[in-house]
């Protein structure tokens, strides 16, 4: 299900093109994300407070609810991050040591280090040159009689192709957990992700509320599964293993008896966290809408100019549009992106690198013995990232101003 238009949202598109003018002259840094917070969130938040309910509790079970019923998933299982809704997959999934879970390097530190929680071992494939997500191509070599799951990762928000390794999972039975941090909301083929209706695709579905993400709750994250079983299990687990409502012990309709099926972790979201959520669903579509129309406005201006590759858009998904990964093309410039990122920063504008490949890190290198050239598509395109700010509380100025300064380093340092 495709989240309905609000009728409120107007047409916030940008439409003048860019032009030359005077030198960029900020009179305050523009970091590289903000979340999208005003009075809305503090008053759902209060609110929650004044309750004197301020753990899990009716906040967090009404956002489980809105949210399933948002994307489309049968569960939703609130949690205090992405990381511990990965955590819990493969736990509910019951990995083990002897296992192996292939993603890809091109990712954050959490999507590989729940699978070494188990003792198991993550199994790299390169990605995709075009969007930065795994390569399905190269995906049947690495599988072996110990792997148990696939864990794709929707980079800056766009789809990785689910059908090409959701028929490859399902020919060798093996999990597939999606690792969506960045894909709210996003589709695939017209289908949220998040929305399990067609088992085959995948497992779990894996939401991160992180402070910079598309909707934040500081610190958050959504398992999402159509699978009675898997939710039961990762509710169970997230809240140290306590069989049934464990959240309810100190209300009316609790009891104080519980019981201790499995050691679990402490990984419940708390209703302050919740209601904080709640408010930013209500707006997730009008900040999506924003961050489309600054997307659509940097692609504009940037995809006339030699020096830049912009990032590619698949026709027939919904990129959430999380981050906006431009890319240089180095040889027609004299500065390298190091140099790139602190001229602009040196015009007030913050950026980042999404991401250092996981094969690059001191801990992946040493224990698995990674070179660079292990995962060529992967170290070659991370050299020349750049992640421009892409935020719904940015102003058309500060839009105007990431422009102007990525076209003012060009100039400078472009080849003749
Ligand atoms: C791709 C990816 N996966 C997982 C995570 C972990 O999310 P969280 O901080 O909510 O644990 C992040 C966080 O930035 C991420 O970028």
Redesign the pocket.
């Known amino acids: 299900m495709i989240a309905v238009t609000h009728p409120d949202v107007r047409d916030i598109r940008l439409s003048s093109p860019y032009k030359k003018q005077k030198p960029l002259k900020r009179s305050e840094f523009l970091p590289f994300a903000l979340p999208d917070t005003d009075e809305t969130e503090i008053e759902a938040v209060s609110a929650t407070i004044r309750s004197g309910w301020i753990t899990t509790g009716p906040r967090t079970r009404q956002f489980e609810h809105e949210f399933a019923q948002y994307v489309g998933a049968k569960h939703a299982i609130a949690v ?7 955590h819990l997959s493969l736990e509910a999934i019951g990995l083990s040591s002897a296992d192996e879970v292939i993603t890809t390097p091109y ?5 590989t280090e729940v699978i070494r929680y188990f003792g198991a071992k993550p199994v790299l494939v390169d990605i995709c040159p075009h969007d930065f997500n795994l390569n399905p191509a190269l995906l049947e070599a690495a599988i072996t009689p110990r792997t148990r799951a696939i864990i794709p ?3 800056a928000g766009l789809a990785a192709k689910l059908d090409e390794i959701a028929a490859i999972a399902a020919r060798h039975g093996l999990y597939v957990i999606e ?1 969506a ?2 894909a709210f909301p996003a589709t695939y083929q017209g289908r949220m992700i998040g929305n399990l209706a067609d088992q085959a695709r995948a497992a779990f579905v ?5 402070a ?2 598309t909707l934040s709750t500081g ?3 959504m398992i999402c599964t159509n699978d009675d079983h898997f939710a039961e299990r990762c509710r169970i687990m997230a809240l140290h293993g306590i069989s049934k409502d464990a959240w309810k012990r100190y209300t009316a309709e609790g009891s104080w008896y519980y019981e201790i099926v499995a050691p679990g972790y402490k990984y419940n979201m708390t209703d302050i966290a919740a209601s904080m959520g709640l408010a930013q669903l209500g707006k997730a579509e009008k900040m999506w809408r924003r961050r489309c129309a600054i997307a659509e406005r940097y692609t504009q201006a940037f995809q006339v100019v030699d020096e830049l590759q912009t990032p590619y858009d698949q026709p027939d998904s919904q990129h959430a549009w999380h981050l906006y990964m431009v890319r240089l093309h180095q040889e027609r410039l004299s500065i390298d992106r190091a140099q790139f990122i602190e001229k602009l920063k040196q015009l007030k504008i913050g950026t980042s690198v ?2 250092i490949p996981l094969h690059l890190h001191p801990y992946y290198k040493q224990t698995f013995g990674y070179q660079p050239a292990d995962f060529p598509v992967a170290y070659r395109e991370y050299q020349r990232e750049i992640s421009l700010p892409i935020y719904s509380k940015m102003s058309d100025e500060d839009v105007e101003d990431v422009i102007q300064g990525v076209y003012e380093v060009i100039e400078q340092c472009k080849k003749a």
């Open positions: 205090n991050s992405c990381t511990a809704a990965l990712t954050f530190a959490a999507t990762v929707h980079i690792d941090a960045h894996c939401f991160s509320f992180y910079t993400k610190e958050g994250g999404h991401f």
